[in-house]
């Protein structure tokens, strides 16, 4: 079979009928009762689901997002059985690095439409022909427009394995990967492995801890970072431990209504986001639905769900690597780990950068902070 057979070009065509029976859907909403706080404590509040419902109904476009995708070349490829979409854009720079970045739960290639432009045409955006990159952008595989697998075990070294035969289809000897959640996972598991080929990665969620015994002299930064473990631990890892042990179970509440995986979703990008006291801050809600859309229109829901339950207990914590890996820690992430902790686990950290602002969702919520970064990065191999 020839690389004109393995690679199918692929259009997102959503069809009308599927947006009838959301619209029809988002009519009949039942609401819940009212929260019993002032904030986000208890959940999203309802006056803000209500409002961003309402939009939704009556102002939000799908096409338009569905355009914006389809300006790029996009893909499926079946791998171990399974279709895996995959997003390649090539900058019009022959000398481009070939960068590999990879979205995770609850996000989608949505994450990086602000920046597809600036790395892979800099000149256009105040940068320069040498900070070009060409981008693969691929979806794991129950994710977004990639197949939905029919039998268990996508962990996560099966997951890189197929990415680098997708990267061996498109012709790429030589590249560098970026990630963050379980983009950086993926990132970690390539870089521990030692993947033929890859030169570099570049995370901004490194999944490091001290080793015991621990140190009882902890400085403050070594403190913020398990008291944030801990707080995570209290009131943020509920979807996981869902996930993790009932995936089938939550997928039925959240394939069937639209605002239920439209909170789910939500409720996310305003824990993990530098947003002050509301997505709105940093999101549009064009921007906010066009990430709930990518579920809600594929019915992913349960089958990302799974990719926990596949991945439990998760291996890609700790894990070693001497490849060359950057850092970049932004404010707002869920937890923000000491260098002295990555040094245990990274042992050849080329970059290391702590920024002002921003958040988990990196790419989406500081598209500008986020291409400087990736470029001060991997500056070296060009």
Excluded at 79 to 103: C, F, Q, W
Aim: a negative charge; aromatic letters at 14%; hydrophobic letters at 40%.
């Amino acid at each position: 079979m020839n690389l004109n057979e393995l690679l199918r070009p692929f259009t997102i065509s959503i069809s009308d009928e599927a947006i009838r029976d959301l619209n029809q859907r988002l009519d009949l909403v039942r609401w819940p009762d009212n929260e019993l706080v002032d904030d986000w404590t208890q959940g999203v509040p309802t006056r803000n689901m209500k409002m961003l419902v309402d939009y939704w109904r009556n102002r939000y476009d799908w096409r338009r997002c569905e355009k914006q995708f389809n300006c790029y070349d996009q893909y499926l490829t079946k791998v171990d059985g399974v279709d895996i979409h995959v997003m390649h854009i090539r900058s019009k720079y022959e000398n481009a690095l070939p960068l590999m970045m990879t979205p995770g739960w609850p996000g989608s290639i949505v994450e990086f439409l602000k920046v597809i432009g600036p790395l892979t045409d800099p000149e256009s955006y105040g940068g320069k022909a040498e900070d070009s990159f060409h981008l693969i952008i691929p979806s794991i595989p129950g994710y977004g427009f990639s197949g939905i697998p029919t039998e268990p075990g996508w962990t996560l070294p099966r997951i890189t394995e197929a990415f680098q035969e997708i990267l061996q289809r498109l012709g790429y000897e030589k590249y560098v990967v970026q990630g963050g959640g379980m983009g950086g996972a993926v990132a970690s598991i390539l870089g521990s492995t030692k993947a033929p080929g890859l030169i570099a990665c570049h995370v901004n969620l490194p999944f490091v801890l001290p080793r015991p015994p621990y140190d009882n002299n902890l400085s403050e930064r070594e403190q913020t970072a398990l008291d944030a473990l801990a707080y995570m631990d209290r009131w943020g890892t509920g979807y996981a431990i869902i996930n993790q042990s009932r995936p089938e179970t939550i997928g039925y509440g959240l394939a069937d209504s639209p605002v239920g995986q439209a909170a789910w979703i939500y409720e996310k990008l305003y824990s993990w986001s530098d947003c002050g006291d509301a997505p709105e801050n940093v999101f549009t809600y064009d921007e906010i639905l066009d990430m709930v859309m990518m579920y809600w229109l594929t019915n992913t829901a349960v089958s990302t769900a799974r990719f926990y339950w596949d991945n439990y207990p998760p291996g890609f914590w700790g894990v070693e690597t001497d490849v060359p890996t950057g850092v970049s820690i932004f404010p707002k992430e869920i937890w923000r780990a000491p260098r002295k902790w990555a040094n245990m686990f990274m042992h050849n950290i080329i970059y290391w950068h702590d920024l002002d602002v921003g958040g988990h969702f990196a790419a989406f919520e500081r598209p500008e902070l986020f291409v400087e970064e990736v470029r001060n990065c991997f500056m070296v191999f060009r």
